[in-house]
């Protein structure tokens, strides 16, 4: 790829010298991606419209950003929050996990390793502990307790994680998520009803994830729909601890963001125990959710753990 050349920074490896080529292409890529995957044809031409701007603007984007951050990025046409951070993310990072999870190539553990102090060990327990993907969710758990709950962390090394993220994303700290900056639980538990069920019935589009698939086979199917502003994406967890319990087929990680933010992510699972024992739930979410089944008339077939086809 040409314009790249990483640069260390605090002991942190960024890419800060891509050109708006390359970054255009990435834009290109996925949009050509969500359209294969039947995406909404606004989501994909928005893609597309911001590659067009990136290709024509006179300064350099990473100048930009270095500057102004996403911030700068967002006041160009075409460009909303979300893609703005998307760019960011490529910049400082020198990847796009977004794009990664689209063509099946997205490795979790490789991508926490390259903040110092995680090695391949430790990156495998945050995974599988956390369930977590991206820097954004990492620097998340380190502020809200989680991560220095994973056996070898601990408070000091937490801090220092989360300080090396603070460094490399290059921006505030992060706050504890609220509900009202996600979808509501109904709407979770909603696509994750739409995404089984046609999962079921073989009518998504499949894609070949890197890990745990050494045939290549396109197996995992990847649903990209729409509720409201927020655009979501299921597909099943290919996880390590998913594969060990036998959950690839029923466990559904939902990723979701809206024009104006960055994406993250839920966890659907079958309760196993108490009072929601054979319902689906959001991981995390769980009190809402029984909320939502004790209140007549507010339960779906969303939330319940059969799918019939």
Not at 160 to 182: F, K, T, W
């Amino acid at each position: 790829m040409t314009g790249l050349r990483p640069r260390a920074y605090a002991g942190i490896t960024t890419m800060q010298n891509w050109d708006n080529q390359a970054i255009a292409e990435k834009l290109l890529e996925i949009a050509d991606l969500l359209e294969q995957q039947n995406a909404n044809p606004f989501r994909v031409n928005a893609y597309r419209r911001a590659a067009r701007t990136v290709t024509t603007h006179p300064e350099p984007l990473a100048g930009l950003a270095q500057r102004e951050g996403a911030e700068g990025l967002d006041r160009l046409p075409t460009i909303g929050r979300s893609i703005a951070l998307a760019i960011e993310e490529m910049l400082r990072t020198g990847r796009w996990q977004q794009l990664e999870r689209l063509r099946g190539t997205l490795d979790p553990e490789q991508v926490f390793q390259s903040i110092p102090g995680i090695g391949p060990e430790l990156a495998r327990r945050i995974h599988e502990s956390l369930e977590i993907e991206s820097l954004a969710e990492l620097e998340q758990s380190a502020h809200d307790g989680q991560l220095e709950q994973v056996s070898g962390v601990g408070p000091r090394r937490a801090r220092m994680i989360g300080a090396a993220l603070g460094q490399m994303l290059q921006r505030r700290p992060a706050r504890p998520r609220s509900p009202a900056a996600e979808p509501g639980v109904e709407v979770l538990l909603d696509v994750d009803r739409e995404y089984r069920e046609k999962a079921a019935r073989g009518k998504l589009r499949k894609i070949a994830p890197r890990r745990f698939n050494p045939a290549r086979e396109a197996w995992l199917p990847i649903l990209h729909t729409q509720r409201g502003d927020w655009h979501l994406t299921a597909l099943f967890s290919n996880t390590a601890r998913a594969h060990d319990l036998g959950k690839t087929d029923e466990w559904v990680v939902l990723y979701f963001h809206t024009d104006h933010g960055p994406e993250t992510q839920r966890t659907v699972v079958t309760e196993t125990t108490g009072s929601l024992a054979g319902r689906r739930v959001v991981r995390g979410r769980e009190s809402e959710c029984a909320k939502l089944l004790a209140t007549p008339g507010r339960v779906k077939k969303a939330a319940r753990s059969s799918v019939r086809v």
